[in-house]
């Protein structure tokens, strides 16, 4: 069974610094990763995803993701964080071994930028 | 304007009755799903359907009930509402393999 964890309920950054977001993840077969993003009362918004290949990733508004698999994780980063990157954070992971459709989420993120 | 459209955005009910919420995608992607995010924000899986076929099934109370009329639509119908279910439903649409979901902008329950 596939799980993912976010051990930051909330990550706190000035705007202009650098921001991540921690993400590790469990699967038994391979991993297919992905981050989404949720703004107030609106559906997720997918960021990126992390299915073969370079381990790093570049998505959506700026973001990218470092895949590492020896301490499985797949951690959300961006150089220099604008105010309206504040919002919920969701990371989720798929086992693309056993080819089911099953993704799980993490319990989010909330990510706080100071202006 | 292509999307996963869900309707209604809100929806008010008392306990006990039923209630149907309905998703469409015009995406032309294969497989929807079902999820229900709770006050925590936590994100659980319920239902998913890959060409009309019940593909995921988690352990949902079988007052939730999935319909698949055609691939582009999955409706959620819910009987004897329980204060309990109180939450915003998404439903999403993917295309096979690795591709990223698709959400809907949810469909907030309140059940008094």
């Known amino acids: 069974a596939q799980s993912v964890a976010q051990p930051e309920d909330q990550v706190n950054v000035a705007e202009g610094n650098p921001l991540t977001v921690k993400c590790t993840y469990s699967?038994?077969?391979?991993?297919?990763l992905f981050w989404y993003v949720q703004y107030p009362n609106r559906g997720l918004q997918f960021l990126l995803k992390?299915?073969?290949?370079?381990?790093l990733v570049k998505g959506s508004y700026g973001f990218e993701a470092e895949f590492n698999k020896s301490q499985t994780s797949f951690h959300l980063k961006k150089p220099s964080a604008l105010v309206s990157d504040s919002a919920l954070y969701f990371c989720?992971?798929?086992?693309?071994?056993?080819?089911?459709?099953?993704?799980?989420f993490g319990a989010g993120t909330r990510l706080f930028v100071k202006a | 304007d292509t999307a996963v459209s869900q309707t209604p955005k809100y929806l008010v009910t008392q306990m006990g009755n039923d209630k149907s919420i309905k998703c469409e995608q015009n995406l032309g992607h294969d497989t929807m799903y079902w999820y229900k995010q709770d006050s925590k924000k936590f994100l659980k899986i319920m239902f998913s359907?890959?060409?009309?076929?019940?593909?995921i099934n988690e352990t949902v109370p079988n007052r939730f009930s999935p319909k698949s009329p055609d691939k582009a639509h999955l409706n959620l119908h819910i009987n004897s509402l329980e204060l309990g279910d109180s939450a915003v439903y998404f439903c999403?649409?993917?295309?096979?393999?690795?591709?990223?979901?698709?959400f809907g902008s949810g469909t907030r329950l309140t059940v008094v």
């Open positions: 989720a992971v798929r086992d693309g071994g056993t080819g089911g459709f099953k993704t799980i």
């Open positions: 992390y299915i073969t290949g370079d381990n």
């Open positions: 359907y890959n060409n009309k076929e019940l593909i």
């Open positions: 699967v038994s077969g391979n991993p297919y």
């Open positions: 999403a649409s993917s295309r096979e393999g690795g591709s990223g979901y698709t």
